[in-house]
DNA sequence: CGCCTGCATGGCACGTTGTGTCACTTAGGC
DNA sequence: GCCTAAGTGACACAACGTGCCATGCAGGCG
């Protein structure tokens, strides 16, 4: 990878970034959204309101980073992995790593639940999210078109990226309902890989 | 059902509505909803600005009785649909008969492609298709919750309501970046129900 | 050392969105 | 013919998001 991230004005803005992202997080899960003004967020994030926009398109995108962030590790993950492996076992072991082990991740999890209570109550927040998701699911589709054997139909592979983000979607949204800790056997990680195996199966153990 | 629609106020409003979705359906497919001004639409509906936003919040909501009107359909007819068979089974039979029929339908099935491709590079259009399908998964879950044995797990349940919606996601979408005509069989249907076979087939023929 | 080009930022003005409020009209029951 | 309720319209307003230009700061060149 780029061992060298160039300028260092590159790194202050990506600090910037993360500096309005946490900031728009505390502020959308202690008042929510919608009495949250983007100049707040500026504010709390030391710049001015015009250069929150510069970094945003909207007010609610500005915690975008903190969903992405698990996601984006996990895919990594899933392109380095074993290619003898079927795609969904594959998917499946990487999200389990991705998820399960202990790191400051843990924080993000913390964000991800509040934020996820907080867009329950907010459309525009859980936009965000569904947005999230959605590029997710077609970065995905990219890199699940790559494992497969070339002649895979595109439908096929666009449906399995689909019900895989599903799958940790679900997960996520069903632990944030609860008060279970990130880790234990009603944290995400494990509900994704129950998930996994019920796609398996063919969703037949209804 | 109702044979009633009580006041004669009542069809007007709806007829309001109707007027005002095709209205920005109309001027959303020819220059784009970020061209639009919600007065435009509230002008062509025959309405002031004001009056607009008691009928949707957002200016790109206004299309969203055109995007739900399938979905309301299809699962009317699910929870009609008979007992005896697997969830999986009566949701693909459902939405083959929802949109497999002839009927004015047709008009709808053309306001979804070209609401789908002017959504292609308009984020703010791209979100309501999200929310209706959000919203639609939700009301599923009900349904399937209400179809199933009651012991069933919440979490199963809540995943193939997902799933399903996914999978009648991908095939509108699919269909709607070529030029396929709607009842063929690369048509949304058609599309659909090879989905759901996939998904009972624990997506395997990859 | 002085200059100059590029880039991130801030300030200002502006059109648009979406809401609160009040006054006007019309529907539908007495 | 009257009355209450509801839909409608006009105006004012806070907030959103963008275009434009000026400022400050980095690094390369004569």
Redesign the pocket.
């Known amino acids: 990878m780029d061992e060298k991230p160039p ?4 790194r ?2 990506a600090a ?1 970034q993360l500096e309005l992202a946490h900031a728009a997080a505390r502020l959308f899960t202690d008042r929510g959204p919608d009495a ?4 707040e967020i ?1 504010a709390a994030g ?6 929150f ?3 945003f ?4 995108d500005a915690v975008a980073p903190l969903l992405t962030v698990g996601a984006d590790r996990w895919r990594a993950l899933l392109a380095a992995s074993d290619r003898s492996l079927d795609p969904l076992t594959a998917i499946e072991h990487a999200i389990v790593e991705a998820l399960s082990p202990t790191d400051d991740e843990i924080d993000g999890a913390h964000w991800m639940r509040g934020l996820l209570r907080a867009g329950a109550d907010d459309p525009a927040l859980m936009t965000v999210w569904y947005r999230v998701n959605r590029e997710s699911e077609a970065k995905l589709h990219g890199v699940i078109a790559e494992l497969s054997e070339p002649a895979i139909d595109a439908v096929t592979t666009r449906l399995v990226a689909a019900a895989a983000t599903d799958a940790i979607r679900v997960a996520f949204e069903t632990w944030a309902e609860t008060d279970a800790p990130p880790h234990g056997p009603d944290g995400p990680a494990a509900l994704a890989a129950r998930n996994f195996r019920r796609l398996s199966a063919g969703l037949r153990d209804a």
Do not use: D, F
């Open positions: 300028t260092l004005t590159e202050r803005k910037t949250t003004t983007a100049e500026a030391g710049v001015a309101l015009r250069t926009y510069r970094y398109r909207t007010k609610e």
